[in-house]
């Protein structure tokens, strides 16, 4: 597939619980590249902006609040079929689901608070990443 980029958030569970180094610790060990990484407090319009796609669903206000609730790293990651290593690297969303030595099964509190975020797709990077970088952020 060749070399791709994806956009990752540390989420506030996980910053708050003070994981971020671990988190990138496993992000590298799995062969991933931070090529830009910033530590921010969504505001409630970014996160609204940024989970748009499930403002009809039930959890989106809760989801919303959660993101603002705390710092939160986001970071774009760069390498070798991106997108599904670092999928694979954060495990099922339910962290009871999650494979041993991902960042979900070791990090995550519950489905709600799954410390991390990456991107589905190559079309959801390319709109995920613009939201918090500028080309000349990004450092590859």
Not at 6 to 28: H, R, V, W
Not at 33 to 44: D, H, L
Not at 52 to 74: K, Q, T, W
Request: charged letters at 25%; proline letters at 4%.
């Amino acid at each position: 597939m060749g070399i791709e980029r994806t956009f990752s958030i540390i989420k506030p569970d996980a910053t708050l619980a003070n994981k971020t180094g671990a988190i990138n610790a496993l992000i590298e060990q799995s062969g991933l590249r931070i090529i830009a990484q910033r530590r921010i407090r969504m505001t409630k319009v970014q996160a609204q902006q940024f989970y748009a796609v499930h403002s009809e669903r039930p959890f989106y206000d809760e989801l919303v609040e959660f993101m603002i609730s705390g710092p939160v790293v986001v970071q774009v990651l760069e390498g070798e079929n991106a997108i599904a290593k670092y999928r694979e690297v954060m495990g099922a969303t339910n962290p009871a689901e999650a494979a041993e030595g991902t960042i979900r099964k070791l990090y995550a509190k519950s489905v709600g608070e799954n410390s991390v975020h990456g991107s589905d797709a190559a079309a959801t990077a390319a709109e995920e990443i613009p939201q918090f970088f500028s080309e000349d952020d990004i450092v590859g």
